[in-house]
């Protein structure tokens, strides 16, 4: 257990807070406001923000979508260039705070975008950024990971630095009583697999971040048992909730998984997939393929977040459970948006992952494009 952990993200917490915008950016900054299809014109957000932004320099660009493809970021960060911004905030979920991580970075780059996601540029400097979140899941609003699509090649790319860590982050979850039911279950389910891919690897004695991690998984599930009650105080255990699971704290000194986000990611790119449903997808395909090594933290998941008693198929019962739990949302466990032509979109997901380099994933890197195969097998309809 050797690691080094900071996170610099100021958050503000809890109702009326998005009024705080006003203290968290400079009066002398030029600010780009960034967000997604205009439901935060219908619920009131953006009269907060624009309230809160009164006698600042700002403009804004709209229209980024689920799955940020830079064929529409890079439209801001022509705008960043010419109109020299000097902070960019993001104003919706983790697709808008991902594209504007992607953004900020690019902005002060150069050359092509696309070389941030595919590594050809390392991301060391980028303009400052801060979040008003509006959809609880991806934890983007406080930690330095971001993914974005390219529309024309239909891939979908991760890239990390800490250059594009938010300043700030204002989270209050009233902004969730307008969200479609649709997008709630899927932050749900995508704060639920990001635990899960720092939790489901073997057991290394990190009585902490096992702890932390089980905490947010009961959270979770406890939620998804009450989905039909949201009230004031569901609404901000999800928000919570899901920021925890991926700010870095639970990762901290243990081994990660993070192969359903590679392969769902793809299922994501090629079929338009959901991502929080591409990975309720992948993932139970996945942990069967992997069940030895994998078998003990099934079992000590079985006991202490599902309550189940142990047996000899205890590790079984919990894919069984999770699978359940997904159901219990309405969310599928298996691909059915490829067509009739199983092999062939399984033929099509493997090329992707080959291209990609995703030939070792997994926590022992153990998940070859053989297993991945398998996995898809079962995850395919």
């Known amino acids: 257990?050797?690691?080094?952990?900071?996170?610099?993200?100021?958050?503000?917490?809890?109702?009326?807070?998005?009024?705080?915008?006003?203290?968290?950016?400079?009066?002398?900054?030029?600010?780009?406001?960034?967000?997604?299809?205009?439901?935060?014109?219908?619920?009131?957000?953006?009269?907060?923000?624009?309230?809160?932004?009164?006698?600042?320099?700002?403009?804004?660009?709209?229209?980024?979508?689920?799955?940020?493809?830079?064929?529409v970021l890079d439209q801001a960060v022509e705008i960043c260039k010419q109109q020299d911004v000097d902070f960019v905030l993001g104003v919706g979920g983790g697709s808008v705070i991902d594209g504007v991580k992607y953004i900020a970075a690019s902005a002060v780059?150069?050359?092509?975008?696309?070389?941030?996601?595919?590594?050809?540029?390392?991301?060391?400097?980028a303009l400052p950024i801060g979040a008003v979140l509006t959809l609880p899941a991806t934890g983007s609003e406080s930690n330095q990971g971001s993914v974005v699509s390219k529309a024309a090649t239909k891939q979908k790319l991760p890239f990390m630095s800490p250059a594009v860590q938010p300043k700030f982050a204002i989270m209050d979850p009233d902004v969730m009583k307008t969200l479609p039911q649709r997008q709630l279950v899927n932050g749900l389910v995508d704060a639920w697999v990001h635990t899960c891919e720092q939790y489901l690897t073997f057991p290394e004695g990190a009585l902490v971040q096992d702890g932390y991690a089980e905490a947010l998984l009961k959270a979770l599930k406890t939620l998804g048992d009450n989905f039909a009650n949201q009230d004031?105080?569901?609404?901000?255990?999800?928000?919570?909730?899901?920021?925890?699971?991926?700010?870095?704290?639970?990762?901290?000194?243990?081994?990660?998984?993070w192969a359903t986000h590679m392969i769902g990611h793809e299922l994501t790119a090629a079929y338009g997939v959901d991502h929080a449903r591409s990975l309720a997808i992948v993932q139970p395909s996945l942990l069967r393929n992997q069940f030895a090594v994998k078998k003990a933290k099934l079992e000590q998941m079985g006991k202490n977040v599902f309550g189940l008693a142990q047996s000899d198929d205890l590790a079984e019962q919990t894919i069984q459970a999770i699978e359940a739990f997904y159901h219990s949302l309405d969310v599928a466990t298996q691909l059915t948006e490829h067509g009739d032509d199983k092999a062939a979109a399984i033929d099509n997901i493997i090329g992707k992952l080959e291209a990609h380099g995703m030939v070792a994933l997994g926590e022992n890197q153990a998940i070859t494009l053989k297993e991945s195969r398998e996995i898809l097998q079962q995850a395919v309809a």
Not at 110 to 123: A, L, M
Request: charged share 15%; proline share 3%.
């Open 1 to 71: 257990m050797k690691f080094s952990y900071v996170n610099p993200t100021l958050i503000q917490f809890g109702q009326q807070q998005i009024a705080s915008l006003t203290d968290l950016i400079g009066k002398d900054q030029k600010v780009l406001v960034v967000y997604g299809g205009g439901s935060i014109k219908s619920n009131g957000v953006y009269d907060q923000v624009a309230a809160a932004l009164e006698g600042f320099d700002w403009l804004e660009f709209s229209g980024v979508g689920a799955n940020p493809t830079i064929e």
């Open 109 to 125: 780059y150069d050359g092509e975008g696309w070389d941030i996601p595919t590594g050809k540029h390392k991301v060391t400097s």
């Open 232 to 257: 004031d105080a569901w609404r901000a255990n999800l928000m919570w909730a899901a920021n925890q699971a991926l700010n870095g704290l639970i990762g901290s000194g243990v081994s990660q998984d």
